[in-house]
Structure formats: structure tokens, C-alpha cells
């Protein structure tokens, strides 16, 4: 393997050399990491050239460029940042002895424990994803084969038209959760990215996003792991609403897959797809990919495939408000004689369908001011989003929380217990916030009695109560 790479002599005098991959010790003179530019700058003490008698397979390497989000194939045909362009040429004179399979071929790994036989789950799995795929968008795939690698890379894998290498202790070990979902992500980004893409990096959150959803969507029609969409959309809701929208956004992913993307961003697709139809999302990526296939697109793209798919204009707005804003809508409900009051306390404005579920039945509202006020009556329990399909927190009054906890054993609660269980949890995230008005004094009892009831409730669930 040869690589010719840019050696630093000092100052900005640079000087182009070999270098062949003996497994031998380097010495560096200095490394520089660029943490905004995410770059590694490598200055050795002399120029090192050999040829390699072997590779040792207990030292694997990979080499590669670190280039900016959106991946080397920027590079061709056209560039998205002159400036990473890299100079790095690197060849294999090894002879690859890959068994074709159709669509999916398991070509090459560097570890001497892999057989092909053994590791039919990942065929089989990126055929089924790869089928499904293709009736989603409409786009059969574009390639004879798709080329699974197995090598020692940081992340979990990574996924380019036409090749995905996924990291080997996850193929040796497929027992993992983690080994099946990042094959289904890298067959979905086959599509996405790699046929699709977005044209500007600072909107490949999106991407990323929408991907993930996919990858829920995926396996709750194949029942590959163990996970639903409510699931994960509730285990991302945040704790604390205090922490959202900081210049640190939480993980999407991890690290290693050099993908630093707020979790909220997946929640919208679900609401979309709970809102207008199961189907929404999907027949959004029909859209979208008759018309960019092979070309990017960007948000305001998509939110146009949001309003064609849907027939609504709010859908379009809910997506574009949702990745151009760091925090999420937060609503307070209040119940009255003969109508409903929706207040937004947050400082924007945004677009937020709400069911409200009472005696009356369900009644879908599209909250898009500051304060509305719309005519509802229920002879017992008012209750905002009771399945949880909205990617916004909402807040009710004193008086409804009061009756929420006598519908948690009622057979007549619009809402189930784990429902009840996470608008409790939502109002917890909300206080945090300090955005809530101060209570009334005449309401401070009533609080406490929420509190305790709900603690009561948490032990109970537990089985930790002592009933006398």
C-alpha cells in the first residue's frame, strides 16, 4: 500500500513524500488538531520509506482523509470545499476473492475468523432493507452490487454509494442491537447521501434525521431489533427543557460517526407521519427523489414535498420551523367552562397540531398564534396529546393535572398509563425551564397534592409501595 502525503518542514514550506506501511514506529515531531475545522495535521521528524513484507493483521490501520460533513464524494464529481481537497493517493495490489451474491456482496474482511456462511444475517438483512427502500422511494437501486466491507474503523460503519464498511467486533458479534442498526443505516444512506443529498452541509442534520426515522420505520415493518417509533421518540424527549438548544447539542448518534446532531430533530417525522398519515413521510421520498435523483436538495425542497404529499401548508411549516430554531415549542393548556385556551411561551411562533382527547371525543387543533381560545367541552377529563404524537411540550393547568391522576386507574381515561406517566415527566422538564408562571396561592395545595399522588404512582409502578 503506498500513500503520498504532504510532509512539514517548517513555516509554510511544505514537501510531498512516500510512504509504504511496514507496521514499524513513526516519529512525530508534532501534531496539530484544528477543533473547528475537525483536522489533524501530522509533522514528522524524517521521511520513511519500505515495503511492507506482510500485513499484520493484529495491527490493522485505515487510512483515510478527514473531510467535511458530507462525505469524499464532494469531491467528485464536484467539490463542496476546495479547501479539503486531498492529495492522498492509495491503492490495494491485493486480489480480492468475493463471492457475488446477488444485489449484496460480502467481499473482504481483516479478520481471519470471518466466513461468509457465517454472517448470512447481513445479506439477508440489506436485501430486505434494500427491497424496502426501493418500494419507498420508488428508486430502484442504481448499482449491481452492493459491497460490504469489515474493518477496524472507529464508528460503527460508514456508507458510500456502492461500498459500506461496518466496524468488525460489530459483525463478529451480531448479537449486538447496535451490529443490525448501523447495517440498516448505511443501506438507507445508499439513498440517502448517496443519491440524495443535501446541498449544503450546515443542513446534513437533516439527513441524518430523516435517516434515523427511516431506520425506526424499517424495523418496526422487519422486526429486526427490539425497538418501536413511540419508543425511541419517547426516550428522546428531553428531561430537561433548561439543557435544549445549547451551543452543545446532544448526540444523535456518537462520536464516531462525526455526526453532531440535536436528538430532537428525528421527533418531527414521527409527528408528520402521526398527524397526516402514516404514509407521509414516504410519499415524500417519492417526490423528492423523482425530482433530485442524483442531485441535493435542500430544507425548503422538502418542505415542499411536505405540503404536496399532505395537501396542508402547515406540514411544510412544522418541518421548516423545526430544523431552523435550537429548541422545541412549549405550550400551556388551560381548561375552561366551555373552551380551551392555548398559550406558546416560548419566544417564537411556531406551527403545532395538538389532539385533545375528553367525553366529547378527539379533536385535532392547529395552534399557530400566540394565545388561541377554541370551544371544547368534556364532562370529566381534558387531555392534551394523550398518544403522544406531538414533538412539543405541553403543559396543562393545576385543575387538569388533579384529574389526570384519578384517570390513571379509570377505564375512561382518554390516555394510557405510560401516557399519563410521560406528561407528568414533560411537566417536569418544562419547570426546570422557569417559564412557567408563579402559582396561585389558592393552587399551591393542589400542586403539592399532584406531586405526591405522582410519587405515589412511581412507586407503585416499582412495586416498592406498602399497601395497608
Given at each position: 500500500?503506498?500513500?503520498?502525503?504532504?510532509?512539514?518542514?517548517?513555516?509554510?514550506?511544505?514537501?510531498?513524500?512516500?510512504?509504504?506501511?511496514?507496521?514499524?514506529?513513526?516519529?512525530?515531531?508534532?501534531?496539530?488538531?484544528?477543533?473547528?475545522?475537525?483536522?489533524?495535521?501530522?509533522?514528522?521528524?524524517?521521511?520513511?520509506?519500505?515495503?511492507?513484507?506482510?500485513?499484520?493483521?493484529?495491527?490493522?490501520?485505515?487510512?483515510?482523509?478527514?473531510?467535511?460533513?458530507?462525505?469524499?464524494?464532494?469531491?467528485?464529481?464536484?467539490?463542496?470545499?476546495?479547501?479539503?481537497?486531498?492529495?492522498?493517493?492509495?491503492?490495494?495490489?491485493?486480489?480480492?476473492?468475493?463471492?457475488?451474491?446477488?444485489?449484496?456482496?460480502?467481499?473482504?474482511?481483516?479478520?481471519?475468523?470471518?466466513?461468509?456462511?457465517?454472517?448470512?444475517?447481513?445479506?439477508?438483512?440489506?436485501?430486505?432493507?434494500?427491497?424496502?427502500?426501493?418500494?419507498?422511494?420508488?428508486?430502484?437501486?442504481?448499482?449491481?452490487?452492493?459491497?460490504?466491507?469489515?474493518?477496524?474503523?472507529?464508528?460503527?460503519?460508514?456508507?458510500?454509494?456502492?461500498?459500506?464498511?461496518?466496524?468488525?467486533?460489530?459483525?463478529?458479534?451480531?448479537?449486538?442491537?447496535?451490529?443490525?442498526?448501523?447495517?440498516?443505516?448505511?443501506?438507507?444512506?445508499?439513498?440517502?447521501?448517496?443519491?440524495?443529498?443535501?446541498?449544503?452541509?450546515?443542513?446534513?442534520?437533516?439527513?441524518?434525521?430523516?435517516?434515523?426515522?427511516?431506520?425506526?420505520?424499517?424495523?418496526?415493518?422487519?422486526?429486526?431489533?427490539?425497538?418501536?417509533?413511540?419508543?425511541?421518540?419517547?426516550?428522546?424527549?428531553?428531561?430537561?427543557?433548561?439543557?435544549?438548544?445549547?451551543?452543545?447539542?446532544?448526540?444523535?448518534?456518537?462520536?464516531?460517526?462525526?455526526?453532531?446532531?440535536?436528538?430532537?430533530?428525528?421527533?418531527?417525522?414521527?409527528?408528520?407521519?402521526?398527524?397526516?398519515?402514516?404514509?407521509?413521510?414516504?410519499?415524500?421520498?417519492?417526490?423528492?427523489?423523482?425530482?433530485?435523483?442524483?442531485?441535493?436538495?435542500?430544507?425548503?425542497?422538502?418542505?415542499?414535498?411536505?405540503?404536496?404529499?399532505?395537501?396542508?401548508h402547515y406540514a411544510g411549516q412544522m418541518l421548516s420551523e423545526w430544523f431552523t430554531r435550537k429548541t422545541r415549542p412549549i405550550l400551556h393548556m388551560y381548561v375552561m367552562a366551555q373552551a380551551l385556551q392555548f398559550e406558546q411561551i416560548t419566544?417564537?411562533?411556531?406551527?403545532?397540531?395538538?389532539?385533545?382527547?375528553?367525553?366529547?371525543?378527539?379533536?385535532?387543533?392547529?395552534?399557530?398564534?400566540?394565545?388561541?381560545?377554541?370551544?371544547?367541552?368534556?364532562?370529566?377529563?381534558?387531555?392534551?396529546?394523550?398518544?403522544?404524537?406531538?414533538?412539543?411540550?405541553?403543559?396543562?393547568?393545576?385543575?387538569?393535572?388533579?384529574?389526570?391522576?384519578?384517570?390513571?386507574?379509570?377505564?375512561?381515561?382518554?390516555?394510557?398509563?405510560?401516557?399519563?406517566?410521560?406528561?407528568?415527566?414533560?411537566?417536569?422538564?418544562?419547570?426546570?425551564?422557569?417559564?412557567?408562571?408563579?402559582?396561585?396561592?389558592?393552587?399551591?395545595?393542589?400542586?403539592?397534592?399532584?406531586?405526591?399522588?405522582?410519587?405515589?404512582?412511581?412507586?407503585?409502578?416499582?412495586?416498592?409501595?406498602?399497601?395497608?
Amino acid at each position: 500500500m503506498t500513500a503520498n502525503i504532504s510532509h512539514m518542514l517548517g513555516g509554510d514550506q511544505y514537501q510531498s513524500i512516500s510512504m509504504y506501511f511496514i507496521g514499524a514506529t513513526l516519529c512525530v515531531a508534532k501534531t496539530v488538531f484544528d477543533q473547528r475545522e475537525q483536522h489533524l495535521s501530522i509533522i514528522l521528524y524524517d521521511i520513511v520509506e519500505a515495503i511492507a513484507p506482510r500485513w499484520n493483521r493484529n495491527a490493522p490501520v485505515m487510512v483515510g482523509s478527514l473531510l467535511t460533513a458530507g462525505s469524499a464524494k464532494k469531491i467528485l464529481p464536484a467539490m463542496d470545499s476546495p479547501a479539503y481537497k486531498a492529495e492522498t493517493l492509495i491503492y490495494n495490489r491485493t486480489t480480492l476473492d468475493g463471492v457475488n451474491i446477488p444485489a449484496v456482496e460480502i467481499v473482504f474482511s481483516l479478520n481471519k475468523n470471518f466466513r461468509r456462511e457465517k454472517h448470512e444475517w447481513i445479506y439477508n438483512e440489506a436485501s430486505k432493507v434494500i427491497a424496502l427502500m426501493t418500494q419507498w422511494t420508488s428508486f430502484p437501486y442504481p448499482l449491481d452490487a452492493l459491497k460490504l466491507f469489515s474493518a477496524p474503523i472507529r464508528a460503527s460503519s460508514h456508507s458510500a454509494l456502492g461500498l459500506i464498511t461496518l466496524q468488525d467486533r460489530l459483525v463478529e458479534h451480531p448479537s449486538y442491537t447496535l451490529a443490525h442498526v448501523s447495517l440498516i443505516h448505511s443501506v438507507i444512506q445508499q439513498w440517502l447521501s448517496g443519491i440524495v443529498s443535501m446541498s449544503s452541509a450546515d443542513e446534513s442534520c437533516f439527513t441524518e434525521s430523516l435517516t434515523t426515522y427511516l431506520e425506526w420505520k424499517i424495523n418496526e415493518q422487519l422486526n429486526i431489533v427490539n425497538k418501536t417509533r413511540a419508543g425511541e421518540i419517547e426516550a428522546i424527549r428531553p428531561k430537561d427543557m433548561s439543557a435544549e438548544g445549547r451551543d452543545e447539542p446532544r448526540m444523535l448518534r456518537s462520536l464516531e460517526m462525526m455526526q453532531s446532531c440535536p436528538e430532537r430533530f428525528v421527533s418531527i417525522f414521527y409527528t408528520i407521519d402521526e398527524t397526516f398519515g402514516q404514509d407521509t413521510v414516504i410519499n415524500m421520498l417519492k417526490l423528492v427523489f423523482r425530482k433530485f435523483a442524483y442531485s441535493v436538495t435542500s430544507i425548503s425542497d422538502w418542505q415542499q414535498a411536505a405540503v404536496q404529499a399532505t395537501g396542508n401548508h402547515y406540514a411544510g411549516q412544522m418541518l421548516s420551523e423545526w430544523f431552523t430554531r435550537k429548541t422545541r415549542p412549549i405550550l400551556h393548556m388551560y381548561v375552561m367552562a366551555q373552551a380551551l385556551q392555548f398559550e406558546q411561551i416560548t419566544d417564537e411562533l411556531w406551527t403545532v397540531p395538538v389532539e385533545v382527547a375528553g367525553s366529547s371525543g378527539v379533536q385535532l387543533v392547529a395552534v399557530t398564534d400566540k394565545t388561541m381560545v377554541i370551544p371544547y367541552s368534556s364532562h370529566d377529563y381534558v387531555i392534551a396529546d394523550p398518544r403522544r404524537k406531538s414533538s412539543a411540550m405541553i403543559v396543562h393547568d393545576v385543575d387538569s393535572y388533579v384529574r389526570m391522576i384519578r384517570c390513571w386507574d379509570d377505564s375512561r381515561c382518554p390516555a394510557s398509563q405510560s401516557a399519563v406517566r410521560g406528561i407528568i415527566r414533560d411537566l417536569a422538564a418544562v419547570l426546570l425551564t422557569n417559564k412557567l408562571p408563579a402559582p396561585q396561592i389558592q393552587d399551591v395545595p393542589k400542586w403539592k397534592a399532584v406531586f405526591k399522588s405522582h410519587f405515589k404512582i412511581i412507586l407503585k409502578s416499582l412495586k416498592c409501595l406498602q399497601m395497608s
